[in-house]
């Protein structure tokens, strides 16, 4: 079987800034344990503010590229991985590129004149908060999708991951490679990401549903999908259901909902039926923080996806890779797995 960039991720490449806060940082800035949101005019000062008061460590971050390269990890295969998204031309975006090939990805970026984006992860108790200045990853089009060199990795690849986050930079694009996802019958597959994207991206979120094989979320985004649909349940095994009997643009592919709940079961639907996978549990004094655990969850998952392994071995990959990233600063992780 040839597996060289059997999968390709989208989305927005970003420099994690990542520091143990305090409540008072959080309340100052109003941001809250466990969301993501864009920066807005008044967070625009926290970055420096972080990087002066706390302990600040950079970590090659971007939601979709994190789980891209833990698939790459769990794979062990050379080459089976590639992802696109833009970069600035400067020394966050070269450490970005320098990330990538150690990790196996294969990078085409669109390099851009605006500066190379970040996002603040703010720390407490373990939790985190994340607040994304895009900048540069912001400046991602269809023009560079469609060169031949680019449009290449698409052709060549059978699996699709773009997280939610891609909604709010470049729909034209993920709309291209969905259709063609489903001309091919290939998998194409979403992530929810944020509460935001539910709420304030819903219809370009609406118009890419019918093309997603699978979809992938947590419990909060899961209850305001359910909230924004006027589903009126918070029941995640309902919402989960719900979800994956959504009406589909091409019938190859049932699709199926993975959702994560912390340290809750994680739940599947598909086939009209719902299943709980029980997580690995970890001691709280083990956690360091859960930056990148949903993201490292997806990544071990696809890694199976593309062995064309059963669900449970892709959740039991999954649970197992969020496991090794929770026990570390952001979304790192050893040098091989011990899966």
Known sequence: MDYEGILLGMG????????????????KYDIKLNNA????????????????????EYIAGGATQNSIRVAQWMLQIPGATAYMGSIGKDK???????????????VHYHEDESPTGTCGVCVVGGERSLVAN??????????????PE???????????????????????????????????????????????????????????????????GNETEARTFSKVHGWETENVEEIALKISQLPKASGTHKRITVITQGADPVVVAEDGKVKLFPVILLPKEKLVDTNGAGDAFVGGFL??????????????AGCYAANVIIQRSGCTYPEKPDF
């Open 150 to 216: 680019n449009w290449a990795l698409v052709e060549k690849a059978k699996y699709y991951y773009i997280a939610g986050f891609f909604l709010t930079v470049s729909p034209e694009s993920i709309m291209l490679v969905a259709e063609h996802a489903a001309a091919k019958n290939k998998v194409f597959m979403m992530n929810l990401s944020a509460p935001f994207i539910c709420e304030f991206f819903k219809d370009v979120q609406e118009k890419v549903f019918p093309y997603m094989d699978y979809v992938f």
């Open 92 to 106: 966050y975006g070269e450490e970005m590129k320098k990330n990538a090939q150690q990790a196996g990805v294969k």
């Open 303 to 316: 890694s199976q996806l593309v062995l064309e392994k059963p669900i449970e071995d892709c959740v039991r």
């Open 12 to 27: 927005n490449p970003l420099l994690d800034i990542s520091a143990v806060v305090d409540q008072e940082f959080l309340d």
């Open 37 to 56: 949101i864009l920066a807005e005019e008044k967070h625009l000062p926290m970055y420096d503010e972080m990087a002066s008061k706390y302990n600040v």
């Open 134 to 147: 895009l900048s540069a990853a912001n400046c991602y089009k269809t023009d560079h999708l469609k060169r």
